[in-house]
């Protein structure tokens, strides 16, 4: 039962961010637990026939993992100068609210009062980009 749990909170959480910039999909890891042997191969049935596979009762499943999938999205143009797309592997560095590097996919950057390179969540792009006030264009390049 919690193995399909699992796999149903995994499913509404990749439904609900299905619009979200950058997101990538989880999955479950499965495994079999293990097998209890209650007949061997070969037991007797009856009197006159044997158990060809014997009779073996699973104790279930369980989650090892939860997985995320990497594979490229779609790239949608967007009308914003700051908005940028990873195109194949990598992620953008960005820093966490304690002070730590994260990592994301999600491009869609603005500038924040401080001038700073900004996710849309808030957080700055790694490095301390800042914009200053008063520019008129800004050209991104790989």
Request: net charge negative; glycine share 12%.
């Amino acid at each position: 039962m919690t193995v399909q749990q699992t796999n149903i909170d995994l499913h509404s959480h990749n439904l609900s961010n299905v619009s979200t910039t950058g997101f990538k999909r989880n999955f479950a890891n499965i495994e079999d637990l293990a097998y209890q042997n209650y007949r061997q191969v070969g037991a007797a049935a009856t009197e006159q026939n044997q158990l060809p596979t014997g009779l073996h009762m699973g104790l279930g499943a369980r989650t090892v993992s939860i997985g995320r999938n990497f594979e490229q999205g779609s790239l949608q143009e967007s009308k914003n100068n700051l908005d940028v797309a990873i195109n194949g592997n990598g992620f953008f560095e960005v820093t966490m609210p304690d002070g730590t590097i994260g990592y994301t996919r999600d491009g869609s950057f603005q500038v924040d009062a401080q001038g700073r390179l900004v996710t849309s969540s808030g957080l700055p792009v790694a490095n301390g980009i800042t914009i200053p006030q008063g520019t008129t264009s800004v050209n991104i390049s790989a």
